[in-house]
């Protein structure tokens, strides 16, 4: 019997200002949008960052007349080294030419080959970051024989730095939508019981409980935020599809987002439900 006049009293008080609640879900919907957008680019933005991880190798340019075993147990000394492979300077060579493909044939002017013989060293997990490449290499160009070392690690810096600033965007972010989405379903739910407030003192008069005269207002906060929820999700979902059929290829994992999205709404709306009943309360006593 209390759900049933719970919801019935949800409906009611949703009838009696209709469109200011899906105006307010609208807005909503609008600021939990920017806020997933902002979470896909910091997906894509990590899973990129990792796949570099995965594929960091230190490049060891040797000496013209030092052979490998001169140099690679004393880079297996390193800590952080995983395994190093020895690449000669004509499997370079070769390796270039595959890669320049048709273009290969500018190579054919060459006196001699140009590229020195090369020990590739893969690292450990823990020390795939732009701070231990940087120990490593300097650990590397110490050892007599090797004549340059080369990782890209300006290149993992730079994207590690864009992952940070995109980290505090979002948090910046979530506390604005956060703030902004509680003041939207506060000022919904202050009107809704400005409305209604005859039919509230008359249920107080006949003795009903502060829960069933608060319920149907925290339902609507609710039901307001998961609208918000999937309207922004169903925004970003289109928006991901555009942008990956016609710019760029990206990841867009549409299940914890979309729980997401409906997990963060919800919070929102009660919160806001919350605190605009918290500030009644205290102008009624």
Known sequence: MGLKFIWRETIRTIKFSLLNFFLSALVQALSLLLLLIFLTITFNLFSLIKETYNRIEIYAFLEENVSYPEVADKIFLIAGVKEIRYVSKDEALEELKEDLGEDASLLSGLDKNPLPNTIRIKLEPNYHSASALKEIEKKLTNIPGIREVWSGREVL???EKLLRVIIFSDIGILIIVGISVIFIVLQNIEAS???RRREIEIMRLVGATEYLVSAPFYLQGLLQGIIGGIFAFLGVSLLAY????TLISFSFPSLPFFLLSLTVGAVLGIS????ALSRIKETEK
């Open 272 to 275: 806001g439900s919350y605190v």
């Open 193 to 195: 019981t400005f409305q």
């Open 157 to 159: 810096g730079k994207l």
């Open 242 to 245: 555009f942008v990956s059929a």
